[in-house]
């Protein structure tokens, strides 16, 4: 098992910018893949980015391609959000998670889970 911390949410205006961490208790590196994921008022939990337990392989969902970017630094045992160019419907708590195995972008596929961090955009 595999505990996770996320930090840096906060209130930003739109078209600004965030930068999410997710610090592991332990070594993900050998065959961890991680995910981020956001879930709004009264939605569904879906997927944002997910990278491979080596860096070499990413998804993203559509709404956040060319403004998000996920990275990974085993050394550190953290995984980066980078959230450029925010907009209002970004507004949603962001969850980052861990997998052992191939990257996915289904929440029931993951097992480890941190607490959460708002993202708050204003228009």
């Known amino acids: 098992q595999v505990q996770l911390v996320e930090s840096g949410g906060g209130l930003v205006q739109a078209g600004g910018s965030l930068r999410l961490s997710c610090a592991a208790s332990r070594r993900t590196s050998s065959n961890y893949a991680m995910g981020w994921f956001r879930q709004a008022p009264g939605k569904e939990r879906d997927f944002v980015a997910g990278i491979s337990w080596n860096g070499y392989s990413t998804l993203y969902a559509d709404s956040v391609k060319g403004r998000f970017t996920i990275s990974r630094d085993n050394a550190k045992n953290t995984v980066y959000l980078q959230m450029n160019s925010l907009k209002p419907e970004d507004t949603a708590i962001y969850y980052c998670?861990?997998?052992?195995?191939?990257?996915?972008?289904?929440?029931?596929?993951?097992?480890?889970w941190g607490q959460g961090t708002q993202v708050t955009v204003s228009s």
């Open positions: 998670a861990a997998r052992s195995g191939i990257l996915t972008m289904w929440p029931s596929t993951y097992s480890d």
